[in-house]
């Protein structure tokens, strides 16, 4: 039941960070039991080794701890990270800062997707870039997940499940505004649906306009976008 209160991303982030984890134990000869070695100084040596070894970004090291604490809870075990209180422990704490830093001198800031980029975007994919269909399904896509605050993975998928993932009967279109049924969303953690709606926008950006192009090129009327 802990972990059918997971999103799958969340489950696979939680199994990578576990996985990162055990390696750490192998390469740096600690052989003892995994839930013996949540103690303090064997996690900020994992830290360490996150950000001089294997040059992770803060966010996926806050991800991996994540994963421990979770473990930690599951066998009945205090949050090694944190102290009673919520508070982020002085050694954890200051090794994330410096994980951030050492981000922040690489990092390259992309760009929002404001609706001047997204229109240049658009501009390309004009049926030459890869060819009709994919570069209709591409704007179509683009438009839809900019209008509707999507996330990549509420309309994207490795592998197909037509129980969880965005289908073709699960989009209503008419003349001037449209309907999606997203089956699952990240901020809908009873699964019960809900629907993003979109209307017509009469401008080269219009989702409407591109969908009914995607639509036209679409050789199967079923299964999934």
């Known amino acids: 039941y802990w972990l059918l209160s997971l999103a799958p991303s969340t489950r696979r982030s939680y199994a990578t960070g576990l996985r990162i984890f055990q390696q750490f134990l192998f390469f740096s000869n600690i052989k003892r039991r995994l839930h013996q070695c949540f103690d303090e100084q064997t996690i900020q040596y994992f830290i360490s080794y996150c950000i ?35 508070t982020w422990k002085f050694s ?33 994919l004009n049926g030459s870039f890869f060819d009709i269909y994919w570069d209709s399904l591409l704007r179509a896509s683009l438009c839809c997940a900019f ?57 080269c950006l219009c989702p409407i306009s591109h969908l009914h192009t995607y639509i036209k090129h679409r050789s199967k009327l079923f299964g999934h976008l």
């Open 52 to 86: 001089g070894v294997l040059h992770i970004r803060s966010s996926s090291i806050r991800s991996y701890l994540a994963a421990i604490r979770y473990y930690c809870l599951r066998i009945g075990r205090t949050d090694p990270l944190r102290h009673s209180n919520g």
């Open 147 to 203: 209008y509707g605050f999507l996330r990549p993975g509420e309309f994207t998928v490795n592998k197909f499940n037509a129980s969880r993932n965005l289908t073709l009967s699960d989009m209503h279109i008419n003349r001037n505004s449209a309907t999606f049924h997203l089956k699952r969303s990240k901020t809908d953690r009873c699964n019960y649906g809900i629907y993003i709606r979109y209307y017509r926008t009469n401008n």
């Open 92 to 124: 954890v704490n200051t090794l994330l800062k410096t994980a951030e830093k050492f981000n922040s001198r690489s990092q390259r800031h992309r760009l929002p997707i404001c609706s001047k980029l997204l229109s240049r975007i658009c501009h390309k």
